[in-house]
């Protein structure tokens, strides 16, 4: 009797365990699918980024701090979109909110900018080849009373050194961020796709700073060889960098005062309906892998 009833126990933790395992395959599936890094894409405004989480699937919404991250799915591939929020010290505390918390595979910092090349028109698109701090600055030594000379100011370069960038003169030097070389071609990729303007490549200038000066717009595109400026892609792309983590900027042209070219807020929808064929072309791309 024992031995039949240790035998009918065994049967029944057999059938468990093959019950188990069945039940274990949806779980073991979506976790390899949740393992994939989602790519992040950046909005300062409700304008330049909700369009493009609007676009998503299966979106959720996530907050920390003031910063609102949608979580969704983009050809059945994790995208998350970030409203970061205007100015240098939002959207560097939304990076490294974003990078610790989601561990993306890559950045996407997108939006409205103000043109500094006058070759190029509202509704033009530019890539950052470069991104660059444009608010980082070290002014000469005046007296009381000598002015002010701000075509003098030089680049400083704060992650040249631990120490004083003051006493450095290797800070004494303009800062570039490079852009991803894979998320570049992406982009380069379905520029054809854009008809509203050019989309070339470039230097995104960004500052906590609203350029209406012509001459010192002027003074950035000859000494920094800006395309145009914006007031969040250095920062993400400093943070982007400290993490190791893919980055490239894409801005299009809200207006260009070098040119007269007026102000159109319906840029950042046309800049959105871009980024969304970029990374579509990007997701094709780590699926060929």
Not at 29 to 39: F, M, N, S
Not at 78 to 101: D, F, L, S, Y
Not at 125 to 152: A, C, D, F, M, Q
């Amino acid at each position: 009797m024992k031995k039949k009833l240790a035998s009918i126990a065994a049967i029944a933790i057999m059938s468990l365990s093959m019950l188990s395992g069945c039940a274990s395959a949806p779980k073991f599936e979506t976790e390899a699918e949740g393992a994939q890094k989602p790519i992040l894409i950046q909005g300062p405004m409700p304008i330049e980024a909700e369009k493009f989480a609007q676009r998503l699937d299966k979106v959720k919404v996530e907050k920390s701090g003031n910063f609102v991250f949608y979580k969704g799915k983009l050809d059945k591939y994790p995208v998350i979109v970030a409203k970061t929020g205007k100015g240098m010290e939002n959207t560097a505390a939304a990076t490294a909110i974003a990078i610790e918390k989601y561990d993306p595979a890559a950045i996407i910092n997108q939006g409205t900018s103000g043109g500094h090349d006058p070759s190029l028109n509202v509704y033009d698109i530019v890539l950052g080849e470069r991104t660059v701090n444009i608010g980082s600055l070290k002014t000469g030594h005046l007296e009381e009373g000598e002015g002010i000379e701000p075509t003098n100011w030089i680049p400083m370069d704060l992650m040249a050194s631990e120490g004083s960038a003051g006493e450095d003169p290797d800070a004494e030097k303009i800062r570039y961020f490079e852009g991803d070389e894979n998320l570049l071609a992406a982009a380069k990729a379905v520029k054809d796709k854009y008809t509203k303007g050019k989309v070339v490549e470039g230097t995104i200038g960004s500052a906590d700073l609203w350029n209406n000066e012509v001459d010192r717009i002027n003074w950035f595109h000859e000494n920094y060889e800006t395309s145009v400026e914006e007031m969040e892609g250095a920062a993400a792309a400093q943070i982007a960098g400290a993490y190791d983590v893919p980055f490239l900027g894409i801005r299009v042209l809200s207006n260009n005062k070098t040119n007269g070219g007026k102000y159109d807020p319906n840029t950042a929808a046309a800049n959105q309906d871009y980024v969304y064929e970029v990374v579509k072309q990007y997701i094709r791309e780590i699926k060929g892998k």
